[in-house]
């Protein structure tokens, strides 16, 4: 399968022999469960102080009957305070937690090798489909050749003027000016001042991405990754396919180089 290819200011650039891996299907219960396990590798773990709620001087009668009130842990002291009052226990006012999170928990949750190549493949694979893309909301008008490929000079750009020049060129300002119309979240996120979320928009995939990194800090919704960190993450955010992707010319040559068992049977059968 060919594709066109397109220079930085836009015009067709001849074409591309798409690799083995563009033939992937698009498996989305597959992708859903390689993010949701990929995402527990950013989580942090945590749990309550050690004596949380009872860094109090708090007991019950002994023995706890024959006194006419409740055998819960009561304040000591000698006067005064709160003295009498239950605590330390749960259920009390100030007291420790019942059940709280604990350091130990497994949070880490683990994928099979092939099971995560697979959801890989079958991301990149979906970045050929416009209905997807359509579907999850990017503005892709007068772009008609998926996936969109573009010249490697695209790796050695640092300024982001110059990538926003390119954004305009190639059609994809609109999909980044899509995420200024979003609306002031309210709520409680505003005491935590959250008032906004930054969408994701075009995400290019290059072979070096060092250089463009910086260029599209300072746009919002712009990202870039080279092919070896490439993940599931990045094609698929929230596990919702898929993603408004950009490769240069290496990064397919990059690509062609993953190996997965369901590519040696696709050629095998072919």
């Known amino acids: 399968m060919k594709v066109d290819t397109f220079s930085l200011d836009g015009k ?19 992708i859903h469960k390689a993010y949701i396990n990929l995402e527990t590798h950013g989580f942090q773990k945590h749990s309550t102080h050690a004596t949380a709620g009872q860094d109090v001087v708090a007991d019950s009668n002994d023995p706890p009957t024959g006194r006419g009130i409740a055998r819960i842990a009561r304040m000591k002291g000698g006067g005064g305070g709160r003295q009498g009052q239950a605590g330390e226990v749960a259920s009390t006012r100030g007291g420790r937690q019942a059940h709280p999170p604990k350091a130990q928990k497994v949070i880490y949750k683990k994928i099979n090798k092939k099971e995560n190549k697979l959801a890989l493949c079958s991301a990149i694979s979906a970045t050929k489909s416009r209905e997807l893309i359509l579907q999850r909301g990017h503005k892709i008008d007068k772009i008609n050749s998926f996936p969109f490929i573009i010249s490697d000079e695209i790796e050695s750009i640092t300024q982001t003027s110059k990538l926003i020049k390119i954004l305009e060129d190639l059609n994809l300002i609109q999909d980044v000016k899509r995420l200024e119309n979003r609306k002031r979240r309210s709520g409680k996120v505003v005491l935590r001042g959250r008032t906004k979320k930054t969408g994701k928009s075009v995400l290019f995939v290059l072979d070096n991405s060092k250089n463009v990194k910086k260029a599209c800090h300072s746009i919002p919704g712009v990202d870039s990754c080279s092919v ?10 929230g596990s919702d396919l898929i993603r408004l992707t950009v490769y240069s010319k290496k990064a397919i040559d990059e690509i062609s180089k993953i190996k997965s068992r369901h590519l040696e049977l696709m050629v095998t059968l072919n």
């Not at 067709?12 to 597959?30: A, C, H, M, R, S």
């Open 12 to 30: 067709k650039n001849g074409q591309i022999e798409l690799p083995n891996i563009f033939q992937t299907d698009v498996k989305k219960d597959v």
């Open 228 to 237: 070896k960190d490439l993940s599931v993450l990045e094609l698929a955010p």
